[in-house]
Each structure stands twice: as structure tokens, then as C-alpha cells.
């Protein structure tokens, strides 16, 4: 599966999404036109418009608890749009430093092994206590990540 955020309606990188060897995408927050990419599953952030938030939720593609990922902390595997407060991989362009402390606390509560979030322009890698903490990157810089849930394992991809 891929893990995508951060994408306008690019037609032409929603096709090349489209054509990319994954069985489903996850979408982080910030796709603007998730009805074009196939598969899609995912929460929103704060830059689409309630139409995205309404057609996820209707067609049952708002992501709670699927595919052993959670965005309610009720898997070892979560995902946020937004990076925990505290966490390295919450700097952004120009050392801008963002992260919701309400994450954080998520995680010291439930504790899962994985943490993937959004609201980042680039791809990075922390921890915050145990939890392992992957920002995705955005796709508009062509970052997206892999995840392979069976061997737990990503992998950092760029399309370009």
C-alpha cells in the first residue's frame, strides 16, 4: 500500500498514482480529489474542502480502523495528519517547527509501534518514546511511502 498526502487535483500525477504497482493508496490529509485515485482510503487535513470529507465518510472510505491501521489509536499502526508535538520529524521548510501535542498524548496512552502522519514537506524518520514516527512527505515534492503491513516494514519513494 501507498501512503500519500498533500496532492491537489493533478490530474497528471493522479495518473501516474494510478499506474504504481500498490494494491490500495492511504491518504494523510491534503488530497484534494481522492474520487480520481483508485483504492483510496484515507482522512482528511486541513486543506481540502468539506466535499472530500463528505465523499470519504459517504462511500465508506474515511479510514478509522482498516487494514490494521487506525487514525483512533486502536492499532499498532496510526496515522495523523498532523506530527506530534515534540517529535524531530515535525520540522518542516525553513525549521519551522509544527506538531499537535493532543498526538502526543495518543501516544504515550496507546502506544503503537508505528506512527505515520502528513503536514510535512519532506520525508523524515523519529521516535517519540517507543513509537516509531514517519512523516510522508508530501506528494507535490513527489514523496509518498510504502508500507508492507505483513513484514511491518516502509520504504521512502519519490515519484520524480
Not at 57 to 67: A, D, Q
Amino acid at each position: 500500500m501507498a501512503l500519500i498526502g498533500g496532492l491537489s487535483c493533478n490530474m497528471n500525477v493522479i495518473e501516474v498514482l494510478n499506474n504504481l504497482d500498490v494494491d490500495l493508496f492511504i491518504g494523510l490529509g491534503d488530497v484534494e480529489c481522492p474520487q480520481y485515485i483508485r483504492d483510496f482510503y484515507g482522512i482528511v487535513g486541513e486543506m481540502e474542502d468539506v466535499s472530500v470529507l463528505k465523499y470519504l465518510r459517504s462511500s465508506g472510505r474515511y479510514l478509522i480502523n482498516m487494514f490494521n491501521i487506525s487514525s483512533d489509536f486502536s492499532t499498532e499502526v496510526v496515522i495523523s495528519h498532523y506530527p506530534p508535538k515534540g517529535s524531530f520529524t515535525r520540522i518542516i521548510d525553513d525549521n519551522i517547527k509544527i506538531g499537535l501535542k493532543d498526538v502526543s498524548e495518543k501516544i504515550l496512552v496507546h502506544k503503537p509501534k508505528l506512527l505515520f502522519h502528513a503536514h510535512s514537506n519532506i520525508q523524515n524518520q523519529g521516535r517519540i518514546y517507543d513509537t516509531i514516527v514517519i512523516s510522508i512527505g508530501s506528494l507535490e515534492n513527489g514523496y509518498y511511502v510504502e508500507y508492507y503491513p505483513e513484514k511491518f516494514n516502509f520504504i521512502f519513494k519519490r515519484l520524480w
